[in-house]
């Protein structure tokens, strides 16, 4: 057991550097921020869709008479619906924002749009009004859109960092000299995208859009949303943690992209009143996983004869209430303690097996997609799934099956942990 | 006035820590100023800053802070994850202060 300890130890050690230029990574952590900054905007798009879906009738019956419904079907349709602009703008923008710090990025932010809105094709209403067709706007269009601002925003960055600007006389007011700055970067970028959609147009994809989704986006999505992928993604955050890294946060910028189309395709077929078409995402992942499913040890330190124990059982209880688990994670500690190496690593998998199993049979319902807002308390945390069944689903993994899970390897350490106090009372 | 700043992911573990500084602070007479928000807004924070602590979760991002402000004459630090744990503000507050002690 030691030798495997200091293997284990040593492995770490020499995969720590990784890790660090993991979390460090500029890419990464811009689609980390971004993804969090287009939280206002979803969130009103998810209160519409929620009460598009409403589970009771009579509210339904309400909001059709008095005409609420096409307003908020149009809500949807521009924030949820529209999330690739978003992202899009966004991502450019932090991405310039984080690479140089005194600029504020809106250029770019612009810029990014402008490309966007050129790959994406228009067409046509049947009245011969001009449109841009919304297929590319949302959860298809989400990956290019990441594509499209971190590449925009990268060029930016470069022509700023070499200093390719035109240059102006002095005497040139300051203003004038800022404008003509911008003009090289936007030109330039403006005619790779030019080329590019042209490039695209003449494939048998027919846009740079359907080309990024159909090779990148549709196979990865479709990974994302079986359960072995799933698992694989609570167990290297969950290894992570084992280390004493926040792994959600390092593991979260390479899924959330992916999951989160998938949260927009149940959202938007909620909204059309369609059967709900994924499982898997990131509303189902956090609902299931929340705060690394550690409550139920929580509970045994409450009630352990370890002073120790008893003592962080008080001290971790409330945050452990609201799904923040590091007292309990780091006071046990549950990092590089072998002792609760396994269910620390393993029950978050065992809980997404469970919740999984019970939502492909249909007792539990399908997730709405709606992202669920972090640090609100249990039960209350998994209300945005939309079904009654969702919120039981978290109480009975919480407050049934985790408690269960920790039990035996608790037992085991508060005999190790109650054996040390006496001896040191003695 | 000292300003002791906290970051993690999220800011929300923190936050629990900075209530448990504050309560230490309030104790001894310290006059401090504590706050806590995820690591990613503190590039845009304007508030002063004379000691920045790291949540342990978020050790992977100490090189990086140190690069960025370290030069800045920022104390930073990591929190000693049992403290975090136990959530010990007193132990926690007192790192801090010797941070800047050393300094002086």
């Known amino acids: 057991m030691e030798n495997i300890k200091n293997k284990v130890t040593a492995l770490f050690g020499r995969i720590s550097p990784v890790i660090n230029k993991i979390g460090e990574n500029k890419y990464l952590q811009t689609i980390s921020t971004t993804m969090m900054a287009t939280l206002g905007p979803v969130m009103v798009g998810s209160v519409a869709v929620l009460l598009l879906a409403f589970p009771i009738q009579a509210v339904k019956d309400f909001l059709l008479k008095t005409g609420i419904t096409p307003i908020l079907a149009v809500v949807n349709s521009v924030t949820i619906g529209a999330l690739a602009l978003y992202v899009t703008v966004l991502i450019s923008r932090n991405l310039v924002n984080r690479m140089l710090p005194d600029e504020d990025g809106s250029m770019a932010g612009a810029l990014s749009l402008m490309c966007f809105l050129i790959i994406t094709p228009l067409s046509k209403t049947a009245d011969g009004i001009g449109a841009i067709p919304t297929t590319w706007l949302g959860a298809q269009g989400v990956f290019t859109a990441m594509i499209v601002g971190l590449l925009v925003g990268r060029i930016f960055v470069f022509f700023r960092q070499n200093n390719w600007t035109i240059t102006m006389p002095d005497s040139v007011p300051p203003m004038v000299t800022k404008t003509f700055d911008s003009l090289l970067p936007c030109f330039t970028v403006g005619f790779i995208f030019i080329i590019v959609n042209r490039i695209f147009v003449a494939t048998p994809f027919g846009s740079l859009h359907q080309c990024i989704y159909s090779i990148i986006q549709k196979p990865i999505q479709g990974i994302g949303n079986t359960l072995p992928a799933t698992i694989l993604t609570s167990f290297l955050m969950q290894i992570l943690w084992f280390f004493g890294i926040h792994g959600t946060n390092i593991v979260s910028p390479i899924v959330t992209p992916f999951r989160l189309a998938l949260d927009t395709e149940n959202m938007t077929a909620l909204a059309a009143g369609l059967p709900l078409p994924n499982i898997v995402g990131n509303g189902f992942f956090s609902i299931v996983c929340w705060g690394g499913s550690a409550l139920g040890l929580v509970f045994w330190m409450l009630r352990s004869k370890s002073e120790q124990y008893r003592q962080l059982g008080k001290v971790a209880f409330i945050p452990a209430l609201f799904g923040i688990t590091e007292p309990v994670i780091f006071g046990t500690p549950l990092v590089f303690n072998f002792d609760f190496f396994i269910p620390f690593v393993t029950n978050n998998s065992i809980n997404l097996c469970i919740a999984y199993f019970l939502t492909k049979i249909g007792i539990v319902a399908r997730c709405s997609g709606v992202q669920p807002i972090f640090g609100l308390p249990l039960g209350f945390h998994a209300m945005v799934g939309g079904s009654f069944s969702i919120i039981l689903l978290q109480l009975f993994l919480q407050l049934i099956v985790s408690p269960i899970l920790w039990y035996p390897w608790f037992k085991r350490a508060e005999k190790k942990a109650l054996l040390r106090e006496r001896q040191e009372k003695a | ?104």
Do not use: H, W
């Not at chain 2, 002791?4 to 209530?19: E, H, Y």
């Not at chain 2, 508030?47 to 978020?58: C, E, F, N, W």
């Not at chain 2, 100490?62 to 402000?69: K, Q, S, T």
């Open chain 2, 1 to 104: 006035m000292i300003y002791i700043t906290l970051i993690c992911a999220g800011g929300l573990s923190t936050s629990i820590m900075v209530n448990k500084m504050k309560d230490a602070a309030k104790k001894k007479n310290i006059e401090v100023e504590i706050n806590a928000m995820a690591s990613t807004t503190f590039a845009s924070y304007k508030k002063p800053t004379d000691v920045l602590l790291l949540g342990p979760q978020i050790n992977y991002l100490y090189d990086e802070i140190v690069r960025e402000y370290g030069a800045k004459g920022i104390k930073i630090s990591v929190i000693n994850m049992m403290d975090y744990g136990m959530m010990n503000g007193e132990k926690v507050l007192d790192t801090a202060l010797q941070l800047l002690d050393k300094s002086e």
